[in-house]
């Protein structure tokens, strides 16, 4: 299939599909990344400590791991679609439970409820998309655009709420958010897809990979970047305001300008993929990433501040899909390899905003935030490794 004209080539049924998944994939971005603008507003309606914030995004991130065990097992029981109607619905009683109730256990179970949702949307998405386009990269990219696109809008919803219902912002954020995964829910009842017979044949499982130098480093750069990421989409909004820097209004903005450098940073980085080698890229952009983040914590400077947002989302971009690049030939070779490393990786962003909450409770939360420079300094050391070890492997 031409990858330029692939659309023009899709019969109805699966246009209908793409359409559905880019639709789906925008509320995904939308819900995923507003956590982080709505937890400072939901923590101060129901009066929630810091551990209890961050056990929160904790409880998210554990969702999100989870999501990748059931979408693999639940279809082989319900089906793809009756799974994915199953699993989307999580989200609406996850935000229904953030409007109604202060509960920390609910709250926790509402969070976790979200994760699930979100996990197994982005699974069913980028299968799905995969399979209509004929694996078109063009596709894939787009639908990745549109996530970025839904995240960098929920600032602005949760400003618009709040400023319209006022102290009940975010339960009238979480209400549009509920609509809209309600209409997620009735596209998805609506598409028409098969589900594929599973072959029963005997094959081998290898772990022969976890002997390998170069996965190890690869796990520990996911592992230390998804700290870094899952900490900084969701306390960042609330470091701004609980320690007095900006105004609420200013601290959502400066969440949605960091989600249009992360896309622009990625758009960056795929044109220079063929240009600029795998080591150079991960050098850079994990010494950048340490180096701005560093200088958001030190100042109290909007316009630094600003620059610095700026600088660290750029950096962080492409630090992910490059390091699963390098781990590609392993991952093509040990089917098992990807799940091994999401699955250590994964583990990362759900200690670490708890970590971040527990510090920020006991020291401030400027020592909840300082606490990460661990976590990306850790990473750009796993990044300096990989590069050694390459040139190593290169000489000899």
């Known amino acids: 299939m031409n990858q330029q004209s692939f659309y023009s080539e899709l019969d109805q049924k699966q246009k209908y599909i793409l359409k559905c998944c880019f639709f789906v994939f925008?509320?995904?971005?939308?819900y995923g990344m507003s956590l982080g603008s709505l937890l400072p507003l939901i923590s101060e309606a129901y009066e929630l400590s810091d551990?209890?914030?961050?056990?929160?995004?904790?409880?998210?991130?554990?969702?999100?791991?989870?999501a990748g065990f059931l979408a693999g097992a639940l279809p082989l029981y319900l089906g793809r679609k009756k799974s994915i109607l199953f699993l989307c619905s999580f989200v609406i009683m996850g935000f229904f439970l953030m409007i109604v109730t202060g509960n920390p256990v609910l709250l926790i179970t509402g969070f976790l409820f979200t994760g699930i949702s979100r996990g197994s949307i982005s699974n069913f998405n980028n299968t799905m998309v995969n399979e209509v386009s004929g694996s078109s990269p063009a596709a894939l990219n787009f639908l990745h655009s549109i996530f970025a696109v839904g995240a960098l809008l929920?600032?602005?919803l949760v400003i618009a709420c709040t400023t319209i219902a006022g102290d009940n912002g975010f339960r009238a954020a979480a209400g549009v958010i509920i609509l809209?995964?309600?209409v997620s829910i009735i596209l998805f009842s609506r598409i028409q897809i098969l589900d594929k017979t599973v072959q029963k044949k005997?094959?081998?499982?290898?772990?022969?990979?976890m002997k390998s130098r170069y996965f190890w480093i690869?796990?520990?750069?996911?592992?230390?970047?998804?700290?870094?990421?899952?900490?900084?989409?969701?306390?960042?909004v609330t470091y701004f305001i609980n320690s007095g820097i900006m105004t609420r209004e200013y601290a959502q903005i400066l969440a949605s300008l960091l989600w249009v450098v992360i896309l622009a940073g990625r758009l960056t980085c795929v044109m220079l993929g063929g240009k600029v080698s795998k080591q150079t890229l991960l050098l850079c952009t994990s010494i950048g990433t340490v180096v701005f983040y560093i200088?958001?914590?030190?100042?109290?400077?909007?316009?630094?501040?600003?620059?610095?947002i700026m600088g660290l989302g750029f950096s962080m971009a492409g630090i992910y899909p490059t390091t699963v690049a390098t781990v590609g030939p392993t991952i093509k070779q040990y089917p098992m390899a990807m799940g091994v490393l999401l699955m250590i990786g994964g583990i990362g962003p759900i200690i670490m905003p708890s970590v971040t909450g527990i510090l920020s409770d006991t020291f401030g939360i400027l020592a909840g935030m300082s606490a990460l420079i661990g976590a990306i300094v850790l990473m750009a050391v796993f990044v300096a490794l990989y590069v050694v070890t390459n040139r190593k492997t290169a000489k000899d």
């Not at 925008?26 to 939308?30: E, K, M, R, Y």
């Open 26 to 30: 925008a509320v995904n971005g939308l």
């Open 51 to 66: 551990t209890v914030s961050g056990a929160l995004l904790s409880a998210h991130q554990a969702g999100n791991l989870i």
């Open 154 to 156: 929920s600032p602005f």
């Open 180 to 182: 809209l995964c309600i």
């Open 202 to 209: 005997k094959s081998v499982i290898s772990y022969a990979f």
């Open 218 to 236: 690869s796990t520990g750069i996911i592992f230390f970047y998804l700290c870094a990421e899952a900490t900084i989409n969701g306390w960042l």
């Open 295 to 308: 200088l958001l914590l030190s100042t109290r400077d909007l316009t630094l501040i600003t620059f610095a």
